[in-house]
Nanobody, 125 residues
Framework: QVQLVESGGGLAQAGGSLRLSCAASRRTFSTYTMGWFRQAPGKEREFVAG????????YYADSVKGRFTISRDNAKNTVYLQMNSLKPEDTAVYYC??????????????????WGQGTQVTVSS
């Protein structure tokens, strides 16, 4: 089993930055595609960014492209989401997820087998 724990959420002003971290419980993390998703009140969970096991492939939602950067450090069993130029519409609970069977970086939540507990990101105008 894989346990994922997010951290780094909080309150930011519009135009500001936050860096989210997701720590995995085991070293086999290095073989998994990792993704970040978010869910705002009353809305469906949506894909934000994903990264392949090697770090060689990344995939971003159009809404965050150019503002957010996903990266991973397999030696630390950690994936990151650097969020710059934050907007109020980025406000959501952000979830880290692991896809243990990935053949590509997928934006579909059902492709991911393990999920963290979520961390709240709030952006004020």
């Amino acid at each position: 089993q894989v346990q994922l724990v997010e951290s780094g959420g909080g309150l930011a002003q519009a135009g500001g930055s936050l860096r989210l971290s997701c720590a995995a419980s085991r070293r086999t993390f290095s073989t998994y595609t990792m993704g970040w998703f978010r869910q705002a009140p009353g809305k469906e969970r949506e894909f934000v960014a994903g990264i392949s096991w090697s770090g060689g492939s990344t995939y971003y939602a159009d809404s965050v492209k150019g503002r957010f950067t996903i990266s991973r450090d397999n030696a630390k069993n950690t994936v990151y989401l650097q969020m710059n130029s934050l907007k109020p519409e980025d406000t959501a609970v952000y979830y880290c997820a692991a896809d243990v069977r990935a053949v590509r970086v997928s934006p579909l939540p059902h492709e991911y087998e393990y999920w963290g507990q979520g961390t709240q990101v709030t952006v004020s105008s």
